[in-house]
């Protein structure tokens, strides 16, 4: 810690309660009163120095000799500065401190204490003392939250941004390129990376600096000033995602709602700061969201959603929920489900979760999608998949976000049909390359919500592509009785459809094969015009990878007709609808209709 000595003389002065008395034998000429502190002192070593108390003190006159009083309730720094600034004057010892120079060194200029009234006043001594607290990291950050005691003063001398900007000068810069003594190391014995202990010199290793050394250190300053040193930071060209994290971490500090779980006396045992009330924190926390960078991903997703319930809990301003709803949109392909399902605030709610609220968010994302996607949405390219932007991976994310979040809400029988609907329908179909998370969540809504109207269950069912249903899911969707029986005859459909093509593609593969064998000749011919017998060995070796993959197709193709009997034996309404309309239906239909009927089963017709 810095420090410079002033004066020479031994103490000369006692204090007796709320009085200070010079102990020089004289009788003091003039009584200075400041506060309920009175200081009995003489004219002539006071007028010496202060171009004010010269001013003031010739001014006054008793015709009865007894000492002037004088008050200087205005004196910046009070009674406890103008002790510092009398020893100053009678030449008694004192100590400058970042503790006390920057309210010596405002009491000074109210005093007007130049270099006018004698050489080396104490406006020059404590302007050089200045100059050396800023070259040193803790000393600034103790000077600069000394200025909150005397904040005008300060300003008007240009002491708080003179701090700050040399604040924001060292946490901008390499610490060990330069040097600089942070968080309260000492320096003192150390030279070239040795210590001396007891005279006996011990070699260091320097310990690694990480860009977060200074997020502590400047935690202690009060929202204001740390406001300022943010944005003085920033100015200065330091990365968004070092402003963040220091964000994060005052945040952290001094909202407790932010972590409900743990202490907020624990977290700050070794200091005096009490807990501040939900209106101050609520104050604290619409600040740290309007200076969050807003450049996308250098704050996490999950510390935003926790700001937005700490926001909703306090109260907080619509704009400053609304900023973070828009930000948590722009990046909600990196949140995680559990971080999404926000609990309803307030007694008049009907759903246990907030699904307006996801619901914004979710608006926000897609319209940015939207925006830097390409002029036919329905086109997509392969640029969009790669890494690296708003491309076909975030969507996919955020589609299977949603119909998580969907399978979650789904069971609360408050939640409406619109509402289902709309969340769902806010991802486009060509996001979802399979359709088992958002067929899930519809079978757990549609069991919760017995209730739902035939319509409404036909809407619902729109919402999932019967095509993109794995194997697994169109099984357990052929026998579900909660679907409509349009929806069970399009699954089984396109299973019929899946299984034919598989059926073609080995009928394909086969008859190559068999031509292949059957005009060896041609292949050898071509292997003598090429002059290679590399190829006639290489053929050798393509057939029987052909027969092997054959023989793999075989093997699908009767798993998926064992599957697909499974199937129409399980499912009664099947049966009892192919029974009802037999004739109309396979029968009564032309001859070219015919020959389509003996290729397809019944369940052709019905094609959706």
Not at 205 to 214: A, C, E, F, L, S
Not at 222 to 237: D, F, H, W
Not at 571 to 592: A, Q
Request: charged fraction near 20%.
């Amino acid at each position: 810690m810095a420090y410079m000595k002033l004066g020479s003389k031994s103490e000369a002065f006692h204090r007796d309660g709320q009085t200070w008395h010079c102990t020089s034998g004289l009788q003091s000429d003039v009584t200075i009163e400041i506060g309920e502190m009175s200081f009995h002192l003489h004219k002539f070593p006071l007028l010496s120095r202060s171009g004010l108390l010269e001013k003031l003190l010739g001014d006054l006159t008793n015709t009865d000799g007894s000492p002037s009083a004088l008050q200087l309730n205005q004196l910046p720094g009070g009674a406890k500065a103008f002790e510092l600034v009398t020893k100053f004057c009678y030449g008694v010892k004192i100590e400058l401190t970042s503790m006390n120079v920057v309210s010596l060194r405002c009491a000074a200029e109210y005093l007007q204490m130049s270099e006018e009234y004698g050489e080396g006043n104490l406006i020059a001594q404590t302007e050089s003392f200045l100059n050396e607290v800023f070259g040193n990291w803790t000393d600034t950050i103790k000077a600069l939250e000394t200025c909150e005691e005397v904040l005008p003063h300060a300003e008007e001398l240009h002491i708080v941004s003179r701090c700050i900007n040399s604040l924001a000068m060292k946490a901008c810069a390499d610490p060990m390129l330069f040097n600089w003594p942070v968080s309260g190391s000492n320096e003192q014995g150390r030279t070239n990376g040795n210590v001396f202990w007891n005279g006996i010199c011990t070699s260091t290793k320097p310990q690694p600096m990480t860009d977060d050394w200074w997020y502590g250190d400047v935690s202690f300053l009060s929202l204001p000033l740390y406001k300022r040193l943010i944005q003085a930071v920033e100015a200065a060209g330091m990365r968004a995602e070092n402003i963040a994290g220091a964000l994060v971490f005052y945040a952290k500090k001094f909202i407790p709602q932010m972590n409900r779980q743990s202490s907020f006396k624990n977290l700050n045992s070794s200091s005096t700061i009490s807990i501040p009330s939900e209106a101050d924190q609520g104050a604290l926390l619409e600040e740290i969201v309007e200076l969050l960078p807003h450049q996308k991903g250098v704050v996490h997703t999950r510390f935003l959603l926790r700001l937005l319930r700490t926001a909703m809990v306090l109260q907080a301003s619509p704009s400053c929920r609304e900023n973070l709803e828009r930000r948590i949109g722009l990046q909600l392909d990196q949140a995680a489900l559990e971080d999404l399902l926000i609990p309803n605030m307030g007694y008049s709610v009907e759903t246990l979760y907030d699904v307006d609220c996801f619901q914004r968010i979710l608006d926000y994302f897609v319209s940015m999608d939207q925006a830097s996607a390409a002029p036919s949405p329905g086109i997509v390219e392969e640029s969009q998949i790669m890494e690296g932007g708003n491309s076909l991976t975030s969507i996919t994310m955020v589609a299977n976000l949603v119909d998580a979040y969907l399978a979650d809400v789904a069971p609360d029988v408050n939640l409406k049909f619109p509402k289902f609907q709309s969340l769902a329908a806010a991802v486009p179909d060509y996001a979802r390359p399979l359709s088992d998370g958002i067929y899930r969540a519809i079978d757990i809504y549609l069991k919760a919500h017995p209730w739902l109207t035939d319509s409404e269950r036909e809407q619902i069912c729109r919402l999932m592509n019967c095509q993109k249903l794995s194997l697994e899911a169109s099984t357990h969707a052929a026998q579900n009785e909660r679907l409509p029986l349009r929806v069970i005859v399009q699954v089984l459909f396109f299973e019929q459809l899946r299984l034919r093509t598989s059926i073609s593609g080995w009928f394909f593969v086969s008859d190559n094969l068999e031509n292949s064998q059957s005009h060896p000749n041609s292949v050898l011919a071509l292997s003598k015009n090429d002059g290679s017998h590399q190829r006639d060995a290489s053929r050798g070796t393509g057939v029987d990878d052909m027969r092997e993959r054959v023989s793999e197709l075989e093997k699908e193709c009767e798993s998926m007709k064992e599957e697909f009997h499974k199937m129409v034996k399980n499912k009664r309404s099947w049966n009892i609808f192919c029974r009802r309309k037999p004739s109309n239906r396979c029968n009564s239909k032309s001859s070219k209709q015919s020959n389509v009927k003996m290729q397809q089963p019944c369940v052709n017709m019905r094609q959706p």
